[in-house]
DNA sequence: CATGAATGAGGTTTCATTCAT
DNA sequence: GATGAATGAAACCTCATTCAT
């Protein structure tokens, strides 16, 4: 989940790139953690092993440098979503398929959870700003959309099911439990993170989404 | 929504109960508004009209005043749900008002989402420590299992339902839409927070749920 | 060492010259442990187990308790010397008792040290003040006087020795010793209150002192 | 007697080590005059001539800075001591020059007296953390040691006596009648930092001193 | 490309003291 | 006589950011 990021355009100089890689890295491990006005441009810094003017340099500021992370962090979700070809798998299949990849993605990147609850702190000030805005929009949506078609081509679905509202409610099932896991845990007095939890909280994921999109 | 505390009064009260009451208020909305980090104590004492010293006074410390906070939060909720009387009612319907109530809690109530949010930034590290942990613990989970079992019995919902996970299901389905709706709105380029969308969405959430629990 | 102060002069009541006592050897204590700057008016109150507000009622000001404390403190010493008649024993005895006496007061009221030390570091301004001064004065440095006078007369004492500097000199030997104690030990690495080392100091003190004055 | 450090100098200085220095020596008076709690990071701020964010950039926190001119405190009066030459003197010219260099090394150096109070205050928290309390041992006590043996292999000086004793004993003497200055003056009236009574305070205290160590 | 030095503004917290009863 | 409530000033310390090299 930290693995380095992959490199950027056309490169100027392997230092460069190497340095604001580094920078983003650490900058998305910092914002993760202690959210943007916990954040310390010095830990930033020096997790990246980094002078700190350097991140200025080259990110001109903390709210841009934020803006950045998210940008990646993005892009990163939209590239793993490549992978899921839901368009070649039955319906029911590409349904499993989608809340699993869903539920292990937001597992292996807890940062991804923490900066998008930091930036709807921010009311998505930072977002509106981006340029690539747009490239954000999963294509699963689209997917999602033709793979409830077929299944209700098929007579297996229901009809009527929007798939924007599924897609959210998928995202919903899987990113609250992770995201609010240790406030529930505490009421709760249980460990919501305990293996057997967690297996069975993907199975009532399932069943629960399929039971209502089945006939 | 900020109803229960009563707005603060003028300066010179020397009401005890009632500084403390507003420098609360205060306190939601600030944390609320700007998370843990970036709260100011300079602007509670505003927002309370109350010296800022006197917070000290009372409070102790920023995280204390955060515990605070939180401890009230869920008592308000706790308090609102004894209203519901889920037993009272046939099974379908309890479904649906729970679902309903969950909803326009957290409409009403943004602050409990994002103080929520904080607080699982922190690891739930301030609520660890509170002494009022297990009141904290809803009864609903408890009543919507006799819910449940009543809708069993009566043929009408499947067995094998675990109440934990549902109620934290439709907390996540309500929860979520309305957390992270900033960002959703930004990327899918549409406002999700437009009365028309808001009725859809809460229709999904009912469908999506009784879906599933019926058999 | 914190005994009971006793009772001052005319009594209006008995539970104002309580609350008074409790005030001046709680100031002490914390005037004494933490220096004037470093004690904390919320402190003292919290050991004398009253109101902060009763300070001010009865000792006006921090300084101004501070003061009160100072010249208590003398009234304890002048008043233990009180007990040590020198004028009645042989002048090498008297002179054995003046460094026991010195050694033993400051042993037992370590508070009499540090609270010198506080108004020294004030150069005295609190003392200057002080309508009380006059009865600060030593009665023993008279009596020293007397007993030099004697024993130089039975021809056991040297000639010129001047009983101020003596009176200091003994001062000196006990006070830097215990006043100084923890620096010193840090510095040599040995512990220089354990009972053996604080025997030996007495035993030199005397050996130094005498070693002098005999002839 | 500020001697050792130079003055701060102008502002804008990129000068990593001047800057420390002038943190280090304003950091000294001010502690020497107002004491650990009394003294004002402010103060010492201005003093320098630089910003107190730098205060915090070089030493860490107040409590360091007070370790850190302790420190230097000790390792000035070591260097300083190195000058004495003891060994190649005769035993008692050694003992007169010892009596001399404290007391005029005190004299001079006013804020020794009033820095190792405060520490002593503090139980010698601070010395007992450092890294170097081992380098802050002074030679003089072996060196007194080697005086005393001369001394007495020449039939001059008593035998048994401790160096260590006498060492803390000649520092006693001229310590303590500096530090209390200014209450024995406020006590007995007279003013012992005139010229005069400091001549005779050196001549007693040699005295003393002799008198007890000579057979 | 890279960095150590430096800073003004502002952060949380503390303090002696006063107010109102 | 006694007290809880309240405060303005200032304390220590932190922060994002810029300077000078």
Same mark, same amino acid.
């Given at each position: 989940?930290?693995?380095?990021?992959?490199?950027?355009?056309?490169?100027?100089?392997?230092?460069?790139?190497?340095?604001?890689?580094?920078?983003?890295?650490?900058?998305?491990?910092?914002?993760?953690?202690?959210?943007?006005?916990?954040?310390r441009m010095d830990s930033i810094a020096a997790r990246a092993g980094l002078n700190k003017r350097l991140i200025y340099y080259y990110f001109?500021?903390?709210?841009? @440098?934020?803006?950045? $992370? /998210? *940008? +990646?962090?993005?892009? #990163?979700?939209?590239?793993?979503?490549?992978?899921?070809?839901?368009?070649?798998?039955?319906?029911?299949?590409?349904?499993?398929?989608?809340?699993?990849?869903?539920?292990?993605?937001?597992?292996?990147?807890?940062?991804?959870?923490?900066?998008?609850?930091?930036?709807?702190?921010?009311?998505?000030?930072?977002?509106?700003?981006?340029?690539?805005?747009?490239?954000?929009?999963?294509?699963?949506?689209? @997917?999602?959309?033709? $793979? /409830? *078609? +077929?299944?209700?081509? #098929?007579?297996?679905?229901?009809?009527?099911?929007?798939?924007?509202?599924?897609?959210?409610s998928i995202a919903s099932l899987c990113y609250f439990y992770l995201s609010n896991n240790d406030t529930l845990s505490a009421v709760f007095?249980?460990?919501?993170?305990?293996?057997?939890?967690?297996?069975?909280?993907?199975?009532?994921?399932?069943?629960?989404?399929?039971?209502?999109?089945?006939?």
């Open positions: 989940m930290k693995a380095p990021l992959p490199a950027s355009a056309e490169p100027r100089s392997r230092d460069a790139d190497r340095s604001q890689l580094a920078i983003l890295a650490s900058a998305r491990d910092e914002f993760a953690q202690r959210g943007l006005a916990g954040a001109g500021s903390k709210d841009d @440098l934020f803006l950045a $992370v /998210l *940008e +990646r962090t993005y892009a #990163d979700i939209r590239e793993a979503e490549q992978m899921l070809h839901l368009d070649e798998i039955e319906p029911v299949e590409a349904i499993r398929r989608l809340i699993s990849f869903t539920w292990h993605y937001y597992l292996d990147h807890p940062e991804f959870i923490t900066l998008l609850n930091s930036e709807n702190l921010h009311r998505a000030t930072h977002l509106k700003r981006s340029d690539r805005i747009q490239e954000m929009n999963s294509p699963l949506v689209q @997917l999602l959309d033709t $793979v /409830l *078609e +077929r299944g209700r081509r #098929d007579n297996l679905f229901r009809a009527g099911v929007d798939p924007v509202q599924l897609y959210i007095g249980r460990d919501l993170r305990a293996p057997k939890a967690m297996a069975q909280r993907l199975s009532h994921m399932t069943d629960l989404v399929l039971g209502y999109v089945l006939r």
